[in-house]
């Protein structure tokens, strides 16, 4: 365990903030939860909360802040304009470059949103005997674009995102088990087997994130992804929407074990 | 089981409609989701639904509508505006009458939520074997309100309101298990035992709702209750608010199983 990964995320954002952290944050924090930003326009953000709330398994709301604050109350101290190691900003639906922080790009009337991110129950899935493909590989998950609607709400409107991790079958029995738990960061799975099932024509050419090695005797098991989130949120022609750059998370103050099932 | 408890949710729908059943919908329907209601203007929906997010254990969202629209995605065919049995109208915060239709009430800037309840965890609960004494003594469950502030949100703010079950040490157990399920339906208890801790000084007066007969050797088991979204809705003080009337609930054509969790 490197020296990063025994800080507190207090101490990580702190870095992150000073600029002294600017990789993506898998693996580091664990045991605390990590969340998928979205900044976008109070003037929809009912509509896209309102999305949130019709596909809570991609989208499952963390925090909402008030128009204009950058305090979650799931990381006390914390500003989501600075403390994230990257963004991505997209103006008209399209993106247009990517910062280290956004002070200078947020206006007063931008409504952040925090969504639950599947790092969550990875370290649940080792503890449970399930590997986890990414985190063996060191890179990033898999992630795909879906043949699935999700339902729509206002100008919003996305295809399901889903993360994979590949195992064997007695695994993924075990694996709805364990995640079933984490309501808040995804839950269960929402496929597994069938790649073209859910329109994923080659599995080794993943849309987002990076290939895994799939053994002999595993299949593929999916997850709903929080990317889905950033999908709808740059699919309204809003002037200004803001994310976290994919892989590059907000560190909260939440342990993991505090989102499974109120 | 009388020939109430025997029609579809489309069939009690329909009767509801023609003003043939006005009382409240306790025991019908069994198996199929009821809901909660509130309409509010659209200004404030998004501060709402935020409020609503963020106290799912008490407000835990089924299905919110577009303004203007009755048509709930849960229910086809229904009409909000004319399928609950009864309704209470507000205006600026104050309660002003009840109603069998709201047709005449409504604006195309009323915006339609409806919430989950917890009828849909009972004949779980009487499954596993745990008793529910409002079901056996034939009326309302016991409501409180408690000493637990809600998370407000813009101007929506409410205690948490709790129902209320006795049974015995063992049996809660069981009941926290087998509730813990249906966390879309308020989930599992938000206490038990020690009504004075949560600021209920007579358990024998709820504020909402029929005292029921606590045994010896029963505790009184609490779990958070959707009566919690009307009072935050009237608490902000809104030119026009509708809302169900205590008991008199939205009958949808969800099976109760398919909100366990997803």
């Not at 956004?102 to 969504?115: A, H, K, W």
């Not at 990033?140 to 609607?149: E, G």
């Not at 309204?236 to 994310?243: E, G, K, Q, R, Y």
Request: proline fraction near 9%.
């Amino acid at each position: 365990m490197s020296i990063n990964e025994m800080l507190l995320p207090r101490e990580l954002r702190e870095q992150i903030r000073k600029g002294q952290w600017q990789t993506p944050t898998t693996g580091i924090a664990p045991g605390y939860v990590q969340g998928n930003l979205v900044m976008l326009p109070k003037r929809e953000a009912f509509s896209f909360l309102l999305f949130c709330v019709r596909n809570p398994k991609p989208c499952p709301v963390l925090d909402v802040l008030e128009a204009g604050a950058w305090e979650p109350k799931i990381a006390p101290g914390a500003d989501l304009r600075t403390d994230l190691p990257r963004y991505k900003i997209y103006r008209n639906g399209k993106f247009e470059e990517e910062a280290i922080e956004v002070r200078d790009f947020v206006q007063d009337d931008l409504v952040s949103f925090l969504f639950g991110c599947s790092f969550s129950f990875e370290s649940a899935l080792l503890s449970a005997g399930v590997p986890v493909r990414n985190l063996e590989e060191d890179c990033n998950v898999s992630m795909y674009i879906t043949n699935r609607p999700c339902i729509p709400a206002g100008p919003f409107s996305s295809p399901l995102v889903v993360s994979m991790r590949p195992m064997k079958r007695e695994q993924a029995i075990r694996a709805i088990q364990v995640t079933t738990r984490f309501n808040q960061t995804h839950g269960a799975p929402v496929h597994m087997g069938f790649p073209e099932e859910i329109g994923i024509d080659n599995i080794d050419k993943p849309d987002f994130g990076d290939p895994v090695t799939i053994l002999p005797g595993e299949i593929p098991v999916f997850w709903a992804c929080g990317v889905t989130s950033t999908l709808a949120a740059i699919s309204a022609d809003l002037p200004l929407v803001i994310t976290h750059a994919p892989g590059h998370m907000f560190i909260s103050d939440l342990r993991d074990e505090t989102l499974t099932l109120l």
